[in-house]
C-alpha cells in the first residue's frame, strides 16, 4: 500500500465527516475542505440556534440516524458514540419501540443492538463528528474554502485528478494529491467541470413526489416528553394526501415534518403557514401529544425544501472508469428520498466502502471499478426499492384527489397485502417485526425478509385472518388523523 498518501475532500458534511473518520488516524494525510464557517465550538443549542450553513440547506430539517450508522459508530469509533450520548444524543431500540402484542413475545436475540436509531438534531451530529475528527492524526479541516474545480491531466484517454482549485481569502490557490473525494452534496459541480473534460457523467433519476416541511419544538420549562404509549397513535403515519413524523432529538428538542405530495399545490402552499402546520400537526393525535401547546413551545420557522429525487451518478461508462483519483461519496454521488432516512448512513458507509477500496491496491483504475462495485453491492438494493416505492406513492397521491378513481384488482390486492397482511403482521409478531426492523435499518437488503419462508408464511397467515380477529388483537393501529377531505375542512382550503 502507499505510504502517506494525501487525500482531499471536498465538502465537510455527514460524508466528508464519514471521510474523515475512514482515512484519518492512520497512514494517510487527509485535507477537508469548506466554503461553509466551522461549527461553533460551544454547544448543540448554540450550533443549532447560531450556525450560518448555507451549503447544507437540510441541515434544519429534521434528521434520525439508522441503526447502520449507529452500528458502525459504535464498532468503529466507540468514544465518539460516548461523545454523542454526553452531548444529550439518545439511542432508540427495538425493544423500546415494541407494540402491545409484540411486547409478549419478545426475548432478546442476537443483532438486537444493531437496531438502534440515534436521536439527535442533524447539527448536533455534524458538531461532535466534527470536533472527534479533527482530533484524528493527520486530519486538518480548512473552512471557508470553496472549491472552484479539478486540476486534471489527460494520458490514454483517461483524466487523471492531481488536485482541486480552491478559493481562500478571495484568492484562487491549487492544491495538489494523490486521491480526490467529491462530498460537496446535492449540488456538486463536479459533473458539470468533468462533463467539461470530457467525462461523459450519467445520471438516473427519478422523482420523490414530496416537498418536506419541518418545524422544531423544545419541551417547556418543568414539561416532560410524553410518556410511551405502545398502542396508542404513531408518532408518524403515511395519509395517502400527507406524511408525518415527530423525530425527537437532543436536548429537550424535537421536530416535526410533513411531507406533502407535489401534486397538493393548495396543501402545500398552506402548510408554510407556522399557524397551518401547527394545526394540522394537532389534527395527528401521534404529533399532537407532543406538539401540545401546553408542552412544548415552537423555536424555529416552518422550512421547506423540494426538488428531491432518487438520483444515481455514473462516472464509469461501459463499466470501465474514465477519470481516475477521484470518487463520489454521499449525496454528490448518490441521493434518495429523505423520507426513509437513509442519506447520512449511506454516505458513512460509502466513505468506509472507499476506504476499503483504497487499501485493497495502488492501481488507479482497479480502486474505482472496486469502488463502484462495492457501490452497486451495498446501496444499489436500496435506492432501486426507494424509487420503486415512491413512484407507488406518486400514483397513490394522485389518486386520492380523483373521486372518480376505481382501483384496479392488482392495486386492490397489493393494498390488502400490505394493510391487511404485511402491516399486521409486523405489528403483531415479533419476529416479523424484527425482519423488517432490519430493513428499515439498512442492515438486511429491502426484500431479503421475503425469502424467508417463517416470516412468509406469517404474513400470509395474518393476511387471511378475518379482519375483526385482527382488530380485536390490537393489529392494526389506531387512526393516525383525518382522511383529506375532513383535513381541508379544517384548513379552510379548497379541495
Ligand atoms: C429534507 C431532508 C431530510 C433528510 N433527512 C435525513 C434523515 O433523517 N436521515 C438521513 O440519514 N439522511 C437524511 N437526509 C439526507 C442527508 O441529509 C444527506 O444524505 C446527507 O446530508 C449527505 O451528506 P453529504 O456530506 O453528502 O452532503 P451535505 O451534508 O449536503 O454536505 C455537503 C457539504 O459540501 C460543502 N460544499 C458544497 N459545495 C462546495 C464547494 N464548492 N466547496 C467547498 N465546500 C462545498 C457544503 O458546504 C456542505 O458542507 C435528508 C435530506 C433532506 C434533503
Same mark, same amino acid.
Given at each position: ?46 450550533? $443549532? ?37 454526553? #452531548? ?92 480526490? +473525494? ?71 428538542? $424535537? ?20 399557524? +397551518? ?16 401547546? #401546553? ?135 415479533? #419476529? ?64
Amino acid at each position: 500500500m502507499r505510504t502517506n498518501e494525501h487525500v482531499l475532500i471536498a465538502g465537510s458534511g455527514i460524508s466528508g465527516l464519514g471521510a474523515a473518520l475512514a482515512f484519518g488516524g492512520g497512514s494517510r494525510r487527509v485535507t477537508i475542505l469548506d466554503r461553509d464557517p466551522p461549527p461553533p465550538a460551544t454547544s448543540p443549542d448554540e450550533a $443549532f440556534y447560531k450556525w450560518e450553513r448555507r451549503g447544507a440547506t437540510q441541515l434544519r430539517h429534521s434528521h434520525a440516524f439508522l441503526g447502520r450508522l449507529t452500528s458502525l459508530i459504535r464498532d468503529r469509533y466507540p468514544d465518539l458514540m460516548q461523545e454523542l450520548l454526553a #452531548e444529550g444524543t439518545r439511542l432508540f431500540g427495538f425493544e423500546d419501540g415494541l407494540t402491545p402484542p409484540q411486547m409478549s413475545q419478545y426475548a432478546p436475540a442476537q443483532g438486537d443492538d444493531d437496531l438502534k436509531l440515534l436521536f439527535s438534531r442533524r447539527t448536533t451530529l455534524e458538531l461532535v463528528l466534527r470536533r472527534y475528527a479533527a482530533r484524528l492524526p493527520g486530519v486538518e479541516f480548512i473552512n471557508d474554502a470553496g472549491v472552484r474545480g479539478p486540476i486534471v491531466r489527460h494520458e490514454n484517454g483517461k483524466v487523471i485528478v492531481e488536485g482541486l482549485k480552491v478559493e481562500r481569502n478571495g484568492a484562487v490557490e491549487e492544491m495538489r494529491a494523490d486521491v480526490v +473525494v467529491d462530498a460537496s452534496g446535492r449540488a456538486t459541480s463536479f459533473p458539470d467541470w468533468l462533463r467539461a473534460e470530457g467525462v461523459t457523467v450519467r445520471e438516473e433519476s427519478s422523482p420523490c413526489g414530496i416537498l418536506y416541511f419541518t418545524r422544531h419544538y423544545k419541551l417547556r420549562d418543568g414539561q416532560d416528553e410524553p410518556p410511551r404509549d405502545p398502542g396508542g397513535p404513531a408518532g408518524g403515519a403515511d395519509l395517502g394526501y400527507i406524511k408525518f413524523g415527530v423525530f425527537i432529538a437532543d436536548n429537550r428538542h $424535537f421536530s416535526v415534518t410533513l411531507a406533502v405530495p407535489e401534486i397538493e399545490t393548495e396543501l402545500r402552499m398552506a402548510v408554510m403557514k407556522p399557524e +397551518v402546520f401547527d394545526a394540522i400537526c394537532l389534527a395527528m393525535p401521534g404529533a399532537a401529544r407532543w406538539m401540545n401547546p #401546553e408542552r412544548a413551545e415552537p423555536v424555529s420557522k416552518v422550512f421547506a425544501m423540494g426538488e428531491l429525487v432518487n438520483l444515481w451518478r455514473h462516472y464509469l461508462k461501459d463499466g470501465e472508469p474514465q477519470v481516475l483519483n477521484f470518487f463520489p461519496l454521499g449525496d454528490a454521488a448518490i441521493r434518495t428520498n429523505p423520507l426513509y432516512g437513509r442519506g447520512c448512513s449511506s454516505g458513512v458507509v460509502e466513505a468506509h466502502l472507499l476506504r476499503a477500496a483504497l487499501d485493497a491496491t495502488d492501481d488507479p483504475l482497479a480502486r474505482a471499478k472496486k469502488y463502484e462495485q462495492d457501490l452497486t453491492t451495498n446501496i444499489r438494493p436500496y435506492f432501486n426499492s426507494m424509487v420503486e416505492l415512491d413512484l407507488g406513492a406518486i400514483k397513490r397521491a394522485a389518486n386520492e384527489r380523483n373521486p372518480d378513481y376505481q382501483p384496479s384488482l392488482r392495486a386492490k390486492l397489493t393494498k390488502s397485502f400490505t394493510e391487511d397482511g404485511l402491516m399486521p403482521a409486523q405489528r403483531g409478531n415479533v #419476529e416479523v417485526g424484527r425482519a423488517m426492523s432490519r430493513v428499515f435499518h439498512m442492515l438486511d437488503e429491502p426484500t431479503a425478509f421475503l425469502k424467508r419462508p417463517a416470516i412468509v408464511a406469517r404474513i400470509l397467515a395474518t393476511w387471511v385472518t378475518p379482519k375483526a380477529t385482527k382488530q380485536a388483537r390490537g393489529l392494526y393501529p389506531p387512526k393516525a388523523g383525518p382522511d383529506r377531505a375532513e383535513m381541508f375542512k379544517l384548513l379552510k382550503i379548497a379541495a
